[in-house]
């Protein structure tokens, strides 16, 4: 069955400062893999995504994420936090692109002035 | 972008009363749509995957009694929340991919249920 584990529940960052989101997965094939931001009472918007290929994928809002197979990892980073990057995000993991997923518990992300 | 809209919004209803949620693809066509739930400040859990011209398939320990899914037509699928207690008080939220599985999913803003 497939996994994933978002080891951070909450994380507070300085605006400006860096930002790095921890994801672990447990698939048996080939992942898809997802990053998801959740901002209160919003839906779900789609950061990246990794398939195949280059293994540094890059995403909107300035987003980045890597996949490291050996590692069984997609961790998410951002160079620079803004204020309006505090959100909830969510890895997630699918057999394809259009299948159900599997989401991990979530990381609140908190930005301080 | 595609768009995946959900109706309503925010529903409250009263316990031993049933709610239906619809969950339309507004410029693609959807066999498949996704239904998920959502606990405050928790994770989304698959509940069912619904197919249009077939029965929704249900994920283990999700009562399809109670959480009676229909895809009417390519564009809308419905969840209806039958007999509705407290513990059903939740955020549901609906997927669709677009062209299929094989392709990117675009997820409707959800629906707050609140049972009193």
């Known amino acids: 069955a497939q996994s994933v584990t978002q080891p951070d529940i909450h994380i507070t960052v300085s605006e400006g400062a860096s930002l790095e989101l921890r994801c672990n997965y447990s698939?048996?094939?080939?992942?898809?893999l997802f990053w998801y931001v959740q901002s209160p009472g919003q839906g779900l918007q789609l950061l990246l995504k990794?398939?195949?290929?280059?293994?540094l994928v890059q995403g909107i809002k300035g987003f980045e994420a890597e996949f490291k197979r050996s590692q069984s990892s997609f961790n998410l980073r951002k160079p620079s936090v803004h204020w309006s990057d505090a959100a909830e995000y969510f890895c997630a993991v699918g057999a394809a692109a259009g299948n159900k997923l599997t989401f991990g518990g979530g990381t609140r992300v908190l930005v301080k002035p | 972008g595609a768009v995946v809209s959900q109706h309503p919004s925010r529903v409250i209803c009263k316990s031993g009363t049933s709610v239906k949620i619809e969950c339309r693809s507004l410029?693609?066509?959807?066999?498949?749509m996704f239904w998920y739930r959502q606990f405050p400040k928790q994770s989304l859990m698959l509940m069912a995957t619904?197919?249009?011209?077939?029965?929704?398939?249900?994920e283990q320990g999700v009562e399809k009694d109670k959480f009676l899914i229909n895809h009417a037509s390519l564009t809308l699928s419905t969840l209806t929340v039958t007999s509705a207690h407290p513990e059903d008080s939740s955020f549901y939220i609906c997927?669709?991919?677009?062209?299929?599985?094989?392709?990117?999913?675009?997820f409707g803003p959800g629906t707050r249920l609140t049972v009193t």
């Open positions: 990794y398939f195949s290929g280059d293994t």
């Open positions: 698939y048996g094939a080939t992942p898809y």
């Open positions: 619904s197919n249009e011209g077939s029965k929704a398939t249900y």
């Open positions: 997927s669709a991919p677009k062209g299929g599985r094989g392709n990117e999913q675009y």
């Open positions: 410029d693609f066509q959807a066999t498949t």
